[in-house]
């Protein structure tokens, strides 16, 4: 899918994808997005100037970030927005019959060359209350973007900062695999899931298809089905395998699997404690390294993990180094993992011993079987030898929490501050075009986020700068930031001059990402009791947000 931009003159001509979905379309949006449209084209009010931020009120999972993920998909969005006649001929069925045919005439040409979107970088560490996106533009054409840019930012931060928060727990050491495609809901939420698991800061998934879209590394080997097809060694048929270099051949590689496999039963440092092993997965495991002998990887818990398992990927193994090649590892999809993983490794330790094999205690281990943040920090509480983990059904479906929350509130019309007032405060939005920025500390983390007003001078690093609580009047500190960033950036600037911030590469994206974790203080990332981020607003910004809210306010009387 693929049009003209609608967008910025520096960039005209230049053709930008559309979204990865097809069905991501003007027409995926609520209905009321149109009959307001409609609305304001009959009172006149379409084409008026209004400002909308998109944020959330709460971060997910019961922690204290969320990874902002989803810009990417918004921009090609509203960079090939544009309805087509069947979609308005839809529409016209679908409103009431009073709708005046000028109307529908008016949607033929709209577009998003009068919108301009200022965002914060895919792949940040972002918090409530602050901007994600700020869109300008004709009221009636930014109402109509605002259910599509909720769906592209609130699934899409919602998984990554699920990603992020295994990533946390897991360590940097580990590598983390996303499985989640047979269990994600439907094909979107699997495509998205796996884009959003990389940025979060998962290493490769199993997903073949978002490998090909977006370049993220695959990894796989094979499943329960795979050895339990097999029946005996003679069922192998072809048994011959060149050496690594190619300088020799393994006439029979199964008599050669056979006889390490007796060695390690009689071996002195395993004491014996290997008997008869199930002969059809060492079946199954010499026929997948014959078909893949430098990326071995058995799943060892089919019929016994210890008995058999571990005594017939050891075998295959050694007789994959005779001639040259280095086996990756092993899978467990069950059992104990903390202890397995511990006895797999000692044994890996005992043959590299025992026979001289460099670099054979230090195999592969690789776990899988319904993981989440929970079992990881179990795990890491009890001790482990794993080194990679495959995460599915928890990650992709965001099991601990539904949905992210992002909302879309009209700020400013006509230059024109607006505010919505709630009796939950958390409710309350904040009036006007604001500026954000990201204030740092003579440590390098990141200390406050502070909203300003749009004409306010940007903060100073070495300036003694006020931050207050948007609304509690109590809370409120000075900083003297050591470096200060700029978070809101142009990325669609329309048909004004301004310049445009590029889309970055998904790889970028994801360095960003984990870069941005690694600037967030260990307090505020914890699993437990983490310490809220303080977002905060200048003086002068919270002197306003308070002036707007008595002003709009009703005044009540009493009788």
């Known amino acids: 899918m693929e049009a003209k931009e609608n967008g910025a003159s520096e960039n005209a001509g230049r053709v930008m994808d ?5 069905m991501v379309t003007p027409l995926l ?50 960079a090939n927005f544009n309805l087509t006649e069947e979609e308005i001929s839809f529409i ?9 045919e000028g109307f529908f005439n008016y949607l033929r040409e709209v577009d998003c060359s009068d919108v301009e979107v200022y965002a914060i970088s895919e792949g940040t560490v972002v918090f409530p209350k602050v901007p994600l996106l700020r869109v300008e533009g004709p009221i009636a054409v930014v109402q109509l973007l605002e259910t599509p840019l909720l769906n592209l930012v609130n699934f899409a931060s919602l998984v990554a900062t699920n990603a992020a928060r295994h990533r946390l727990v897991a360590g940097k050491s580990k590598m983390l695999l996303e499985f989640g495609l047979r269990r994600a ?18 290493d490769a998934t199993s997903n073949v298809a978002a490998g090909r879209l977006f370049r993220i590394p695959l990894r796989g080997t094979h499943s329960h089905a795979f050895v339990s097809s097999f029946m005996s060694p003679d069922e192998i048929l072809e048994r011959s395998m060149c050496s690594s270099d190619g300088s020799s051949t393994c006439e029979d590689f199964v008599s050669l699997v056979q006889s390490w496999l007796n060695k390690i039963q009689w071996s002195k440092s395993l004491s014996g404690i290997f008997g008869e092993t199930n002969q059809s997965e060492l079946a199954a495991f010499m026929s997948y390294a014959l078909a893949f002998p430098n990326n071995f990887l058995a799943l060892v818990d089919t019929y016994d993990v210890m008995r058999s398992g571990v005594p017939n990927f050891c075998a295959v193994a050694l007789a994959l180094s005779d001639l040259g090649y280095k086996a990756v590892g092993i899978r467990l999809d069950s059992g104990d993992l903390a202890y397995l993983s511990s006895e797999a490794r000692k044994i890996f330790n005992a043959v590299e011993k025992e026979f001289g094999v460099p670099g054979f205690g230090k195999m592969s281990i690789t776990a ?41 509130k009209l700020v400013e019309i006509n230059n024109q501050p607006r505010i919505k007032l709630s009796e ?18 003579k440590e390098g983390y990141s200390l406050v986020d502070i909203l300003t007003g749009e004409n306010e001078p940007c903060p100073q690093v070495g300036e003694r700068i006020l931050c207050r609580h948007p609304f509690n009047e109590s809370k409120r500190a000075y900083v003297v930031p050591k470096r200060v960033e700029v978070l809101l950036k142009c990325y669609w600037p329309g048909k004004s001059d301004k310049v445009r911030e590029e889309l970055p590469a998904l790889k970028d994206i994801r360095d960003h990402c984990i870069k941005q974790l ?9 699993r437990l009791n983490p310490t809220p981020y303080k977002v905060s607003v200048s003086a002068k910004l919270y002197d306003f947000i308070h002036f707007l809210w008595l002003n709009e306010a009703p005044v009540g009387e009493l009788q």
């Not at 990874?67 to 918004?74: D, I, M, N, P, Y």
């Not at 016209?92 to 005046?100: Q, R, T």
């Not at 809901?185 to 998962?202: E, T």
């Open 29 to 78: 949006t609520d209905l009321y997005q149109f009959t307001m449209a409609y609305a304001y084209w009959k009172a006149g009010k379409h084409n008026e100037r209004a400002v909308f931020d998109l944020y959330f009120r709460k971060n997910p999972f019961g922690g204290e970030f969320t990874v902002f993920a989803g810009l990417e998909e918004c921009i090609k969005f509203i």
């Open 185 to 202: 809901q439907g094909p979107d939420g699997a495509i998205g899931a796996s884009k959003y698991c990389y940025i979060g800061g998962f």
């Open 368 to 408: 899988s079987n319904d993981l989440n943040e929970e079992t990881l920090d179990a795990l890491n509480k009890q001790g482990h030898e794993v080194d990679c983990f495959g995460i599915g059904t928890y990650l992709v479906t965001c099991y601990a929490q539904a949905a992210l929350g992002c909302v879309f």
């Open 92 to 100: 016209c069925e679908s409103l009431p019959g009073s709708c005046e």
């Open 518 to 526: 690694e600037q967030m203080r260990p307090d505020h990332m914890r």
């Open 18 to 22: 559309g979204p990865t979905n097809p």
């Open 424 to 441: 939950d405060v958390s409710k309350v939005s904040m009036p006007c075009k604001k500026r954000c920025y990201r204030l740092y500390g």
